[in-house]
């Protein structure tokens, strides 16, 4: 692989462990690999340095420079981390800036919100996208590429990518797919109707939910508008926009992540973990 020598390390501010580890990586770099320049700008890697979640906000704070993203996982399984034990830290940098490691490329989905047949929003998810109301229950119809294969009585939808089959989809039970099979994965979140299985979803096709009817509360608040909400769009646990009747959420193919892989396997062991079997 080719090496690089600037280099973002990235984590959350309250993150006491990701803080140390920030100043260990940096006093290394400079006696291991003085060569190496810390750009926070405009890197072509990312360290970052916590679990899943983290490593979701990078991969969307991070998206227009497309770097390599690096993970040292101080959360628990790690499924998107690089390395997983703290112990083997300095040891993966070491391999990842001497080239010696895999590079993965993540799908992405993109979401689109039309309202009245404007596009409102766009928005790409690593893990998924989710359509849920947070109070009550609302109807929901999924169209794949113009035909319509569920109707949904209940909490919401979810859409998820082979990254994120094992984030809020595996909660809901849905199938676990390997991180490079490229394709979409649609689930619902408790419905009323008789349980349907999720669907796997062929990566060129489009998924459209339609938001056919709800009954209008109004008891929440949006915290960044103080408007009244009953139903949202959640991107990979972000809350991004409320949702009205008649709204659709086109979901398409974005763009690609790259994550680098030190461990062979990684992913069967992350599931080995998960699950706790020998």
């Given at each position: 692989m080719k090496k690089t020598n600037k280099i973002a390390i990235y984590h959350r501010g309250d993150n006491k462990k990701a803080i140390l580890w920030d100043k260990k990586i940096r006093k290394w770099l400079k006696i291991k690999h003085p060569e190496i320049q810390i750009d926070q700008e405009n890197p072509s890697i990312v360290i970052v340095l916590g679990g899943d979640g983290t490593i979701l906000d990078a991969t969307h704070i991070y998206k227009k420079e497309n770097p390599i993203f690096f993970g040292l996982n101080l959360g628990h399984?790690?499924?998107?981390?690089?390395v997983r034990l703290s112990k083997d830290f300095l040891t993966g940098i070491d391999q990842l800036l001497s080239g010696n490691y895999n590079l993965t490329n993540r799908m992405m989905l993109k979401a689109s919100v039309f309202r009245d047949g404007k596009k409102i929003i766009e928005k790409n998810a690593l893990n998924e996208v989710v359509a849920q109301n947070v109070l009550s229950v609302s109807k929901i119809e999924i169209w794949v590429d113009g035909h319509l294969v569920q109707e949904v009585r209940g909490g919401g939808i979810l859409v998820a990518t082979g990254t994120g089959s094992t984030a809020f989809n595996l909660s809901l039970h849905g199938p676990i797919i390997m991180p490079d099979v490229h394709c979409f994965?649609?689930?619902?979140?408790?419905?009323?109707?008789?349980?349907?299985?999720?669907?796997?979803?062929?990566?060129?096709?489009?998924?459209?939910?339609?938001?056919?009817?709800?009954?209008?509360?109004?008891?929440?608040?949006?915290?960044?508008?103080?408007?009244?909400?009953?139903?949202?769009?959640?991107?990979?646990?972000?809350?991004?926009?409320?949702?009205?009747?008649?709204d659709e959420i086109i979901i398409s193919e974005g763009r690609t992540v790259n994550i680098a892989e030190i461990d062979k396997d990684y992913f069967f062991k992350s599931v080995k973990s998960k699950f706790s079997f020998h």
């Open positions: 399984v790690g499924f998107l981390a690089s994965v649609v689930t619902e979140i408790l419905d009323h109707n008789t349980p349907t299985p999720s669907m796997v979803v062929n990566r060129k096709k489009n998924v459209r939910i339609v938001i056919k009817n709800f009954r209008k509360r109004g008891e929440l608040l949006m915290a960044n508008t103080k408007e009244p909400v009953d139903m949202v769009m959640n991107i990979d646990g972000n809350l991004i926009c409320s949702l009205d009747i008649k």
